[in-house]
């Protein structure tokens, strides 16, 4: 997911980082500008999400921004946010556990939601992915190796690419491909090998 790089993309990073931390303190307007400041980003990063769930799921790209919004913001000692990369990193670690969420409440009445392989993290060649058991397999990454985790975070279930999922964590290019190809050969393991 290549985002356009802006001309004005450290006034817009300073805006946001400023917006977040007068959020904190309790200013709804800043919240509510910086919403529309990121709300874009947002959604594209909500249809990258929704592209990976069933055909007829029951959220939709705005109803989990929406979502989301109500998670980070809609409780009154919510998350401390620091920057625009901490910011995005929350929002989709909320997205996917609102779709995990999700799928924990469909398996209880039946089905079980499968997730179906991209290009970005190959598990299996034989069979689409339970959300559940990564998720499960995830948190136990973030136990052994809590960088790897966020990259898979980031990279797999957010789309961005690496360049955009180092400058989210502040890490450097080199870290960030290691921690990705640990992580997927260690979900390989965990998830497939059993």
Known sequence: MDLPIEENAPARDHQITRLLHES???NQASTDELMQVVYA???RLAAHYMRKENPGHLLQPTALVNEMYLRLFGVEHGPQMNNRGHFFALAATQ???ILVDHA???KKGGGAILVPETEALIVSNERPMDLVALDDA???LAEIDAGAAEVVELRYFGGYTDKETAEITGRNFAKV???WEFARAWLYDRLVAE
């Open 41 to 43: 980003e947002l959604h």
């Open 138 to 140: 995830l948190k136990e």
């Open 104 to 106: 924990r409440h469909q």
């Open 95 to 97: 997205m996917r556990r």
């Open 177 to 179: 491909r290691r921690d």
């Open 24 to 26: 904190a303190d309790g």
